[in-house]
């Protein structure tokens, strides 16, 4: 199962038509505890770029963008409970969305892990 | 100068440090052409405290205090008595004077309090959540307005006739910077608020029906049937409260359907001061609004020890965070009017402020009873708290004017609230409180009898 | 995980404190410290502190079927209880009376006594916003008088006195320009913000329905006249720059860049919350500003009181001045003070926007305000503005060689000195020298703020403050900054003596208790 990287600090992993989106540990450790997190309603649809999903810490809050286009099938419901779990766990239990993969072509371009390490190396 | 600590020597040894040769040579970035070298001319020099208080004593003397009156004005200012001790609270040090508290470990007192205010407001109003105030009730009206857009993604507004003037047109001026709309019609001179016409206009475009509670006209309308209209429509009632002490005796509008209630605080420990500083209270029904809430909210948590202490939190929300995305333009909040609300609140409890409640509506049915013996009055009102409306067979505001003269603040023309005429030029809205006594109630009949005779 | 309603106060369960040298009290107290519970778990609904006859059930009733039903569940607390009570919450706060405050960009002054007097004044505070005018001629007086100073020390020609806080302030000055744009039909769009212009000049531009750009400071922490010059243009309505700006510096080409923005048709917003700095100094009008709001809470010294009610008078230029909101007052030429409202602002005054609150603004803070000014006239006025930044620059140059002032080398700064974390160890940062001073005895600066320095550190001390107050705060700074620098690990854990430790604010925003759920576990 491929999974891509954005320069917004989030991972996508596709598995067929079907896209699982959260963002990295880079990203979390930049944002400190998490408070609280907004994920999408089920159906709404996505254009690539597009404002999906609130995540906030106690001092900052950052919007978190649609890598790719696509139909919400599904927010993690565990967060509304747990948003820790971005902090614990951001690239397994600390998902935020699935969608439809509305256009495959648009993954193209978007980095690799290996890329998006030294990336985030550039950062610092 | 008596509030400036630094003596010349002080000021020569501060330079001598700096390096530079004069106060003057501090503005050094202010262009030479625009640089002032001395007071700014035609104005006063420093003066001493007894001066100063001459010429302010001088002013005050200017205006008739509400005391020196038989005095009936309301309209969403309220006069009740408060307690001498909530002024000596107030006047604390530590509470006057410190700030918003940002930096908890020292500001326990002014975020204990603000919980315990937070607590009250919505226990009063019936609500899950309050937050620690805004600037006053107009204020937090229209911020109820444009959060109940926020979560409906709707903009047409419809705003009941028996709302505050002020209150609308503070609105209308807001929506005009905004895509929101308001719908309001002018209300009808009528013994009952007209829910009925109120409710066929809600449509599924309305983000929220707006009603005030008792309305303008001291009427009180059916909450529960409203806000069910509106529900049905998908759209959410706002309650406005413009005199906590009604619902000592009311049912609170949160037990009735409200999903936004909002107020103004004042007449809980605040007083009159010529409508300001006041006190905007804001709450919720449905505590998973939370996020979409204005105004600052402070909350409980534990220290490094374990032991309980308050934060203000949640404050992504607000504009220092978010910026353009903020909740609401809201930077401060009523701070100190929320001490005085809370201190008085405390001080009452539900005994005194159930006990207030009757006193005041025993007072207003008193007054109401022997006003209407008046030749030339009759009391609009079905159904009233401690204000009601008279409609005089005359223009209220000269009457009104006339009583001034003799010391009688007979209460608010609905002509000065209403310019345009309609029959609302006659009706002149008439506030008792329990700073009113029977004697007063004579004073007011006997004055309005001649008058409109 | 710690329980939720730990209480400082459990009878018989004494505060473990593994501090060396601290003896744990069996009530939690620590003499003059005294922990206070709720006082929802302190009173009952049977208590009252005050004297009201007792409801006779059989009184005529004309509240129709809309009678309470439902207890409101409201404790009460006798008048001595109620005393002590908030007596013991007061003691866990710091204060302007109790020591030096030193809040960048908050101005944090002596709240003098007289002004509390006069504002009690029955003829003030037992007036009705609604009564005839001709009982509130003194009220008018007021309003008018200090109108009078507002617009004679900033050199401009009226202003609108009833926007509630800064903020409103600063949002009624952005809808002025917007109505006098539109008189005139002209539809901008965009509003440009500085990058180091407070947090709330963005949000406000934006809920005035204006897009937001910012605009790049220069190196030496001031608007980069370039850039501005270069996106000016036809759909630009006006630009928002604060001044002395966030960096404690004075916008020294703030006439040019006024000059600009006119000559591109666009007006001038200019944030007057470091108005303290240049009070009776520069008249903000010389600089061609159109609209600046003044915090009567900061520069004229009315009291903050814990968050509020602040106060926010917008003056305004010639081109402003016909729409402003309602109400207000005008001085006719025979001298008449007359207050415009809704139905007598007709044909006389056409373009006023509208109604930003329900009656004439922040009353009780207008008399403090003018007590204030009175008592300083202007001569006093320009003698505190000058001892505001004596005071900052005497800061500045006091702990310059044990701190990293960012434009230490751009001049003297105006009314507050900014310092960054630059050299401090690994892991130390502007939080732990906050927490540090509240160990110290003083209240932190302003952190983090503003946004251009890292781990900014705003000290604005006031003109209220002796030299021995700044030379013990000097003493107090020199040694945290030291203690920052060499990576004292008891810095982290400040502060050691205050009423609480360091709070949970992740635990607070995750689940918020926002009012008391009813449990006592004490």
């Known amino acids: 199962m491929p999974r891509y990287f954005t320069e917004e600090h989030e991972w996508i992993d596709v598995e067929g038509d079907s896209a699982t989106i959260g963002i990295t540990d880079y990203a979390q450790e ?42 919400v099938t599904e927010g993690n419901a565990a967060l509304d409970d747990d948003p820790e779990l971005v902090n614990s766990s951001p690239e397994d239990e600390g998902w935020f969305f699935r969608l439809t993969v509305s256009d495959a072509s648009e993954l193209e371009g978007l980095m690799d892990e290996a890329a998006y390490k030294t990336f985030c190396e550039g950062l610092d | 100068m008596r509030y400036l600590p630094l003596t010349q020597p002080d000021r020569q040894a501060m330079l001598d440090v700096i390096g530079a040769a004069s106060v003057d040579d501090l503005f050094a970035d202010v262009p ?68 918003t508290p940002y930096q908890p470990e020292i500001a326990q007192g002014t975020l204990q309090m603000l919980f315990e205010f937070q607590t ?88 929220c029906v707006v009603v005030q ?58 007083g009159l001061q010529f409508g300001g500083p006041y006190l905007g209270l804001f709450a919720i029904t449905n505590p998973k609004h939370v996020r979409q809430m204005p105004g600052r909210l402070c909350g409980e948590t534990v220290d490094a020890d374990g032991k309980r202490g308050f934060v203000l939190t949640l404050s992504t929300r607000e504009q220092h965070i978010r910026r353009e995305k903020a909740t609401s333009n809201i930077c401060t909040n009523s701070g100190l009017c929320a001490l005085a609300f809370s201190v008085h609140m405390t001080l009452l409890g539900e005994k005194g402020l159930t006990a207030l409640a009757a006193e005041n509506h025993r007072l207003a049915c008193v007054a109401a009873d022997r006003l209407e013996r008046v030749p030339g009055v009759s009391v609009l009102n079905e159904a009233f708290f401690n204000e009601f409306t008279l409609v005089l067979d005359k223009e209220a505001r000269p009457i009104v004017r006339a009583l001034a003269e003799k010391g009688v603040l007979a209460g608010v023309a609905l002509g000065r609230l209403f ?35 | 995980m710690n329980k939720m309603n730990a209480s400082g106060w459990k009878p018989g369960t004494p505060v473990s404190v593994d501090n060396e040298g601290d003896y744990p009290t069996v009530t939690g107290n620590k003499a003059l410290m005294l ?75 002596h709240n003098p006594r007289l002004n509390e007097k006069v504002a009690r004044m029955p003829g003030f505070a037992d007036v009705h916003p609604l009564q005839p005018v001709d009982t509130i001629k003194g009220a008018l007086g007021v309003i008018d008088e200090l109108s009078h100073w507002l617009i004679e020390l900033t050199g401009m020609s009226a202003v609108a006195m009833s926007p509630k806080a800064g903020a409103h302030g600063e949002l009624c000055g952005i809808l002025c320009i917007r109505a006098a744009l539109e008189a005139r039909g002209d539809m901008r769009k965009v509003v440009l913000v500085p990058e180091s212009a407070h947090g709330t000049n963005p949000a406000t531009a934006a809920f005035a329905g204006y897009e937001v750009e ?29 001044n002395p700006n966030t960096c404690g510096l004075f916008e020294k080409d703030m006439k040019a860049i006024s000059d600009a923005v006119h000559a591109a048709g666009g007006l001038v917003y200019c944030d007057g919350a470091n108005f303290n700095a240049i009070m009776g100094r520069v008249r903000p009008g010389d600089l061609g500003v159109d609209a600046m709001h003044i915090n009567l809470h900061k520069t004229f010294s009315t009291p903050h009181g814990g968050g509020g009610p602040g106060s926010g008078p917008v003056v305004l230029s010639e081109a ?88 230490g080398d751009a001049g003297h700064c105006m009314h507050e000195a900014l310092f960054s974390d630059h050299g401090f160890a690994e892991g130390m940062s502007t939080l732990d020298v906050a927490k540090g001073l509240i160990d110290e005895g003083f209240h932190p600066m302003t952190m983090y703020f503003p946004l251009v320095v890292h781990g900014a550190m705003l000290v604005e001390p006031t003109e209220t403050e002796s030299k021995a107050t700044l030379d013990q705060f000097v003493v107090a700074m020199r040694s945290l900054a030291e203690r920052a620098k060499a990576g004292d690990e008891t810095l982290k854990s400040a502060p050691h003596h205050a009423p609480r430790a360091r709070l949970d604010e992740a635990h607070a925003a995750r689940k918020p208790v926002l009012a008391w759920n009813g449990q006592d576990d004490a």
């Open chain 1, 30 to 71: 930049q944002l400190g505890d998490i408070v609280f997190v907004e994920t999408p309603q089920t159906g709404t649809e996505l254009a690539k770029g597009a404002e999906a999903a609130v995540v906030e810490s106690v001092k900052a809050a950052s919007d978190v963008y649609a890598p790719i286009s696509g139909t």
């Open chain 2, 32 to 99: 030479n052409e625009h640089y002032l070298d001395g007071p700014v001319e035609g104005l006063p020099l420093a003066a001493g405290e007894m001066a100063v208080e001459k010429h302010m004593r001088r002013l005050s003397k200017q205006n008739l205090a509400a005391a020196d009156a038989a005095f009936f004005c309301g309209a969403g200012a309220y006069r009740h008595h408060v307690p001498a001790t909530v002024d000596h609270i107030i006047q604390r040090g530590e509470f006057l004077t410190a700030y």
């Open chain 2, 120 to 207: 009250q407001v919505a226990r009063l109003y019936g609500c899950a959540i309050a937050n620690a105030s805004m600037y006053d009730g107009s204020t937090a009206c229209w911020e109820a307005i444009v959060m109940a857009a926020r979560l409906t993604k709707r903009n047409r507004v419809l705003m009941s006739g028996g709302v505050h003037p002020h209150y609308v047109s503070v609105a209308q001026t807001m929506a005009r910077f905004t895509p929101g709309h308001i719908d309001y019609e002018l209300p009808v001179l009528a013994s009952e608020p007209g829910d009925a016409a109120l409710i066929g206009r809600i449509d599924e475009e309305t983000s």
């Open chain 2, 213 to 270: 509670y008792p309305d303008i006209m001291g009427r009180i309308p059916d909450l529960q049937r409203i806000a069910d209209a509106a529900h049905d429509k998908g759209a959410l009632l706002i309650v406005v409260n413009t005199e906590p002490v009604a619902l000592g005796a009311l049912e609170a509008p949160g037990n009735l359907g409200a999903d936004i209630v909002v107020g103004e605080g004042q007449a809980i420990g605040v």
């Open chain 2, 419 to 453: 310019p345009d005429g309609e029959g609302r030029e006659n009706g002149l809205l008439v506030t008792v409180t329990e700073t009113v006594t029977e004697e007063d109630i004579e004073t007011l009949a006997i004055a309005l009898e001649e008058a409109l005779a």
């Open chain 3, 35 to 109: 922990e206070e519970r709720l006082v929802f778990e302190l009173g009952t609904r049977e208590t009252c502190g005050v004297d009201l006859p007792e409801p006779d059930a059989s009184a005529p009733n004309r509240l129709g079927k809309f009678a309470r039903r439902k207890p409101i569940d409201l404790p009460g607390l006798s008048e001595p209880e109620t005393v002590r009570h908030y007596t013991r919450l007061s003691r866990q706060n710091y204060a302007i009376d109790l020591g030096l405050f030193p809040l960048g960009s908050c101005t944090m002054k």
């Open chain 3, 214 to 242: 910012d605009i790049p400071a220069a190196p030496d922490g001031r608007v980069d006249l370039d850039a501005l010059k270069a996106r000016l243009g036809p759909d630009v309505a006006g630009v928002m720059i604060t």
């Open chain 3, 320 to 407: 402003l001045a016909p729409f402003a909101p309602l109400p207000f007052v005008v001085k006719d030429a025979d001298g008449e003070i007359r207050l415009v409202e809704e139905e007598n602002v007709g044909d006389e005054f056409p373009g006023s926007f509208g109604r930003m609150t329900a009656f004439h603004g922040q009353m009780g803070m207008f008399t403090r305000a003018l007590t204030y000014i009175l008592s300083h006239g202007a001569d006093g006025l320009r003698q505190a503005s000058g001892d505001a930044v004596l005071n900052a620059n005497y800061l500045l140059r006091s702990l310059d060689d044990v701190l990293d002032a960012p434009f």
